[in-house]
DNA sequence: TTGACAAAATAACAAGCGTTATTTATAATA
DNA sequence: TATTATAAATAACGCTTGTTATTTTGTCAA
């Protein structure tokens, strides 16, 4: 190589999360990177070979901006953190998170679920306080927790990122995650189970497919 | 008008509603629907006066056919009934819902938290089992139960719809919703809030925004 | 039957996209 | 300094989009 590169892949890439950013990815394309570059598009390809091979590099990034929002401790709770981590993420980085989420439906997947199940099982030890209280219920109970947690953090974030809630705020997210998290935990260990009572399933005219 | 349209409005938003639970919404196009149809563009076009109009056309219809979802008697529960129509939709409209509710951000509103409320009130008297239950709450206290059970319903619509659900059976919609509901309502009661203490939101080095 | 009118079909425009052939410019080498 | 290799710029191709002239077609009225 004679002559190296004046654009780098590093800047490409972020110049196309930029744009991301500012107009989500159908903002995106070569001729909108090259402009934000100052440059043709023929430095993006031959740092690779199509927008879609860049899409997903862009997607690689995205995500490890997600797990740093995902990594830090907020609270002394694993779980609540990678919660905590989700949507706040989906509050701050809106553009971002649609790009992730909501754009392609396959990305939702289990991937999260699977690791909270991961985080809480390698964090918490029968020593910390927390998880004395948690390893109380069955496996089959546990599972039942992360689920419901995970859940409802998903439809929290998902509200949060399309503007639909009121206050964003920190304390009010937090809460929101504490109480479910609670709600379901206490449910889990099993008081008052069965006490609403609901009918089976109704198959109405015209009703259940 | 001496010679009657042979295409009616009708027929083109059958046709675009067509293209949008085949391909979603990105598949719809002006000569798209007119290649369903078997003409030419300018039908459409004398119908309506651009595309963007054709799409909050279509927007009314698929939210009508959301209704008809939520409207069925499922259970005896009316809000139950409106958690589980979403999910349902969710499930088996996956096009529509995404073109609803993933799309355009701004759809998702606050429209159905309102809903919840309304039909609450409307449906639940003090002498219905499930109205006396509930009545024992504190109005604020109905005001959250009400929140969390939506934000989770709206998590389970997405994930369902996603397909990140191994099993999306009417039983297994059925049972999480119940569940989370049950949950909700019994720490609503006030059952052991604050077994679960976390502490105050950490501010880490490089944390909260 | 002929003229008129409107609906539908055809064809075209401009814009945007991904991608690539061609040209230009620049920097290292002989 | 002249040559050569190559990164970057320019321009273009082919495609799809929304939209709109233009042309064709068919039916009613005179």
Redesign the interface.
């Known amino acids: 190589m004679i002559q190296p590169s004046v654009y780098s892949f590093p800047q490409i890439l972020a110049a196309a999360l930029e744009l991301v950013r500012e107009k989500g990815w159908e903002g995106v394309s070569a001729r909108a990177i090259a402009k934000k570059l100052g440059s043709s598009t023929m430095p993006i390809y031959s740092h690779v070979s199509s927008i879609e091979e860049l899409e997903e590099e862009l997607r690689e990034k995205a995500r490890s901006l997600m797990k740093e929002y995902q990594r ?6 694993p779980l ?1 953190n990678l919660a905590f981590g989700y949507v ?1 993420f989906a509050r ?1 980085e ?1 553009n971002l998170f ?1 790009f992730l989420y ?1 754009e392609k ?6 991937e999260h ?1 699977t690791g909270m199940k991961e985080t809480f099982f390698a964090d918490f030890g029968e020593d910390s306080p ?1 998880g004395t ?1 948690l390893m109380k219920m069955q496996e089959s109970g546990l599972e ?1 927790l992360i689920q ?1 947690t ?7 974030a ?2 949060v ?4 809630f009121g206050c964003n705020s ?2 009010t997210i ?1 809460n ?1 995650l ?10 889990g260990i099993g ?3 069965d ?2 009572q ?2 089976d ?2 198959e ?1 005219p ?4």
Do not use: C
């Not at 830090?72 to 709770?77: D, F, K, L």
């Not at 990122?161 to 639909?164: D, E, I, P």
């Open positions: 830090r401790r907020y609270t002394e709770h609540l706040t701050d809106k649609r909501l439906p396959a990305e939702v997947k289990t679920l927390q209280a039942e419901h995970w859940i409802f953090t998903h439809g929290l998902m509200l990122n399309s503007g639909s920190n304390e937090l929101f504490m109480n479910a998290g609670e709600a379901f935990y206490l449910w008081e008052g189970r006490a609403l609901v009918e399933l109704q109405e015209g009703g259940l497919i």
